[in-house]
């Protein structure tokens, strides 16, 4: 009856998941997607151009090897645009071929062109080639992701005055950046830019910024920035970006004025469901575009499923891909379970920073007794072996079962650390496992038992004075 039994909108984390895990399940799949554009904005513009490009910053720098050979040592001297971009392109291009290739063999179609709804079983598919084409499916998953929030007010030429897509096609390093926004984005484009050399000012309406992180690792990231010459305004708004020709100047409400290079704003994503003709389907979305779903990903029209950035938090690509699965799992009939609540925060900041479960301050606001156990990356030979000082591990732990409640992680290789407290966590161990555990020596991993042992001997001296 229809052409394919589920059509992706989308060919981003989610979107491709969700084709994939559709094919492997027998069923006919298809993808919508822009020629110029397969694997989505993830691959092309957002997660893997600027962690590429991070990774080209710390190397080029050697900012990683200064505690050993001093503030002065570099791998090249003078940085350009083109040195970071090649190694970027390059990894993208790869992407793309493998993204390619498991459509191909999983025998999914890949559709080029902009799906819109004509009604809520077909789509129209336009490339700008020629006529559109139609095509029909029984199931359908919306995954269009999301495009940086551009306010209205604010001029953007892409040169002086950019978003996070067009901070990756500056012709040169700018000597000075002001970032608008301290969220995620915001945050690892300061300090990849800082660690440059670049002159950096981060202006941010909140008080403070990651609410969300642990308030000592995020005290531990504002120093390492502070160092590299980054400085903070927060509780300050920019009124106005005034361009000229030799830069621009940010007018703050308060009356400050900033010059800069570059401005860079990062004021949050915007979902693209605009040209989607949702209403043609029986749906809508929020000022943000974002839509409504249910525990199993389906909107209000039972057939029709979104996933991934455009139905807003987490918007991470690892959570998108979960989700994407999980849709088709279930648009094709399959029992499948919620979405796990452990899901992993990783930021991509220079140091990096990754987290599972609650904060301190989360606990604390619930009532919840927790001791903590602290494992610092310099007492660790492997910490000293890299030249990382400042990194930390902290595990929450409940005195009364024993159980993790949280891991949080700041310094080198930390968002690959913390799946290991996510694996205990998600088996329901406890910290008493961390302690027995062997861990190859000398390594980072190590940390889990050093700060195991830290909270056991915590707990044990108050079981001890208690007695």
Not at 15 to 22: F, L, P, R, S
Not at 52 to 66: D, M
Not at 89 to 96: A, K, L, S, T
Not at 391 to 402: A, C, F, I, N, Q
Request: glycine share 10%; with cysteine.
């Amino acid at each position: 009856m229809y052409d394919y039994d589920v059509l992706v909108l989308g060919s981003g984390p989610g979107g491709q998941k969700a084709a994939i895990a559709t094919a492997k399940l027998g069923r006919r799949a298809a993808v919508v997607e822009r020629r110029d554009m397969v694997g989505g904005v993830c691959i092309n513009t957002g997660t893997i151009p600027s962690k590429t490009l991070r990774e080209a910053v710390l190397y080029l720098t050697g900012l990683n090897q200064r505690e050993m050979y001093g503030q002065s040592y570099r791998v090249k001297e003078n940085i350009t645009i083109a040195d970071l971009l090649s190694r970027t392109q390059h990894v993208v291009g790869r992407e793309i071929e493998v993204i390619r290739s498991q459509l191909s063999r999983n025998r999914v179609a890949l559709l080029p062109g902009l799906g819109s709804f004509v009604d809520e079983h077909t789509v129209e598919v336009a490339d700008g080639t020629g006529p559109a084409s139609r095509v029909t499916a029984d199931r359908i998953v919306i995954a269009t992701g999301t495009t940086p929030a551009r306010p209205s007010t604010v001029d953007f030429d892409g040169a002086t005055v950019v978003d996070s897509d067009g901070i990756l096609s500056l012709d040169r390093v700018p000597q000075s950046m002001i970032v608008v926004g301290a969220g995620v984005i915001g945050i690892e484009y300061a300090s990849m830019f800082a660690a440059l050399g670049c002159k950096v000012t981060v202006v941010e309406s909140r008080p403070r910024m990651l609410e969300f992180c642990d308030i000592e690792v995020v005290e531990a990231l504002k120093y390492h920035l502070r160092d590299l010459a980054v400085t903070f305004r927060f509780g300050e708004t920019v009124a106005a970006v005034e361009r000229h020709p030799r830069g621009a100047l940010a007018v703050l409400e308060s009356g400050k004025k900033i010059p800069a290079e570059v401005v860079m704003y990062s004021a949050g994503r915007q979902g693209m469901t605009a040209g989607l003709r949702l209403e043609n389907a029986g749906l809508g979305a929020d000022a943000r575009g974002r839509i409504t779903v249910d525990e199993y990903f389906r909107t209000s029209v039972p057939h029709i499923y979104a996933v991934g950035d455009v139905i807003g938090f987490p918007a991470l690509a690892a959570t998108s891909m979960e989700q994407g699965r999980l849709a088709a799992h279930h648009a094709c009939g399959e029992t499948v379970q919620g979405i796990s609540p452990l899901q992993p925060i990783g930021i991509y900041t220079i140091p990096e920073i990754s987290f599972l479960g609650r904060t301190e301050d989360e606990l604390t606001a619930a009532r919840i007794p927790f001791e903590v156990g602290v494992s610092r990356y310099r007492e660790l030979a492997r910490g000293q072996i890299i030249g990382d000082s400042y990194g930390v591990l902290k595990l929450l732990v409940s005195p009364e079962d024993r159980s993790l409640l949280g891991v949080h992680v700041f310094g080198t290789g930390a968002t690959e650390l913390v799946h290991i407290g996510q694996a205990v966590m998600g088996c329901g161990g406890t910290v008493d496992y961390l302690v027995d555990a062997v861990f190859n020596y000398p390594t980072l991993a190590e940390s889990y038992k050093v700060a195991a042992l830290d909270a056991m001997n915590k707990i044990r001296q108050i079981e001890w004075l208690s007695d």
